[in-house]
């Protein structure tokens, strides 16, 4: 069964870490990229950091950058979310998703910016940055 199980997301302070795991099972990592998308209320979808699991190629917006690293351990099948110095403004739901492509920049920045249909989207977890 394909799915993708995201775990980690917690109330946390400004100026905290929290690390994101995202569990895939069910299909070849190696054929995807994979990328962390933010929703939050009233906003589009953000896709900030995406993966190509082959070759480590990485995507960072530039409100990241710096802050998040994402990263993953092909023989557990997970991807990571290091998210240090979080603010306030890094609240939202985060998702982790799957699509067949190659280009992290077209992961998450054309196709984000649009209606296409990825083709796994975990359910998410929640992250909260507030005092």
């Known amino acids: 069964q394909l799915q993708l199980v995201e775990s980690g997301g917690d109330l946390v302070q400004p100026g905290g870490s929290l690390t994101l795991s995202c569990v895939a099972s069910?299909?070849?990592?190696?054929?995807?990229?994979f990328g962390w998308f933010r929703q939050a209320p009233g906003t589009e979808r953000e896709g900030f950091s995406c993966?190509?699991?082959?070759?480590?190629?990485?995507y960072y917006a530039d409100r990241v950058k710096g802050r998040f690293t994402i990263s993953r351990d092909k023989a557990k099948n997970t991807v990571y979310l290091h998210m240090n110095n979080l603010a306030p403004e890094d609240t939202g739901n985060y998702h982790c998703?799957?699509?067949?492509?190659?280009?992290?920049?077209?992961?998450?920045?054309?196709?984000?910016?649009?209606?296409?249909?990825?083709?796994?989207w975990g359910q998410g977890t929640q992250v909260t940055v507030s005092s």
């Open positions: 998703v799957a699509d067949s492509i190659t280009s992290v920049r077209g992961m998450c920045v054309e196709r984000a910016s649009g209606t296409y249909a990825y083709d796994y």
């Open positions: 069910g299909f070849t990592l190696d054929y995807y990229a």
């Open positions: 993966i190509n699991i082959k070759d480590g190629s990485t």
